[in-house]
């Protein structure tokens, strides 16, 4: 098993321009999130999804769009870069979110936006 | 903002002494997760404990919840140089759908 597969892994945007993450997960879980990690910040919640047509906001989602039309993609959009949007942006997804198991993560994309 | 805190920021430490991180969190819950991330790596879980326990262990690590204060600490014990790391702890929120993250401990094992 891949696990959740982010890419790219590094992305310079200019401000203005749009971009799509994208994250892919094998492992047939239902529920995916987005979030963005910031230093001093820890990790915040962008948007998340408990199924194939089904997305929510979470703490951070203005600039972002998501859909999720499989179960095993879920990729985030940014609609015009802003350099407030510079971050590491990690894509996790869990079976049921309580499990032992808990959230399976990627491994980021650290984007850069000048 | 929802984000709990973790309690220290920072901890260096000699191998073979105990680390001990803290977490408080704001809202109520169904589980506490702990996870781990190497610099520059996703994270890592580590392990989870449900609102209605009060301690698990798991290898050398253990973690106590309790929920009327809204705390859980992690302790690890017998820290390796390989320990080094961030460390956070995640409550389920919006229904267990996604993790609250606190900001994280950063622990410095040194040889």
């Known amino acids: 098993n891949a696990g959740v597969t982010q890419t790219p892994k590094f992305q310079v945007l200019k401000t203005g321009q749009s971009m799509t993450l994208q994250c892919a997960q094998d492992?047939?879980?239902?529920?995916m999130s987005w979030y963005r990690q910031d230093p001093g910040m820890g990790l915040r919640l962008i948007h998340y999804?408990?199924?194939?047509?089904?997305?929510d906001q979470g703490e951070v989602p203005n600039g972002y769009n998501v859909s999720r039309s499989t179960t095993e993609d879920f990729p985030l959009r940014l609609l015009s870069a802003a350099p407030s949007q510079t971050s590491v942006y990690f894509c996790a997804s869990s079976y049921n979110g309580g499990g032992d198991y808990g959230y399976t993560f990627g491994s980021g994309t650290r984007l850069t936006v000048v | 903002s929802q984000q709990g805190e973790e309690d220290p920021q920072a901890l260096s430490i000699q191998e073979g002494e105990n680390a001990t991180m803290n977490c408080s969190y704001k809202?109520?819950?169904?589980?506490l997760q702990w996870y781990r991330q190497n610099s520059g790596r996703g994270l890592v879980h580590l392990i989870l404990i449900r609102s209605n326990e009060r301690e698990k262990h798991s290898g050398r690590l253990r973690v106590t919840l309790d929920t009327s204060k809204k705390s859980s600490s992690l302790l690890i014990t017998a820290s390796r140089a390989a320990d080094t790391a961030s460390y956070f702890c995640a409550t389920d929120a919006w229904a267990g759908t996604a993790l609250i993250f606190g900001k994280g401990t950063t622990l410095s094992v040194s040889s």
């Open positions: 492992m047939n879980h239902e529920y």
């Open positions: 999804s408990v199924g194939a047509g089904i997305t």
């Open positions: 809202t109520s819950i169904n589980n």
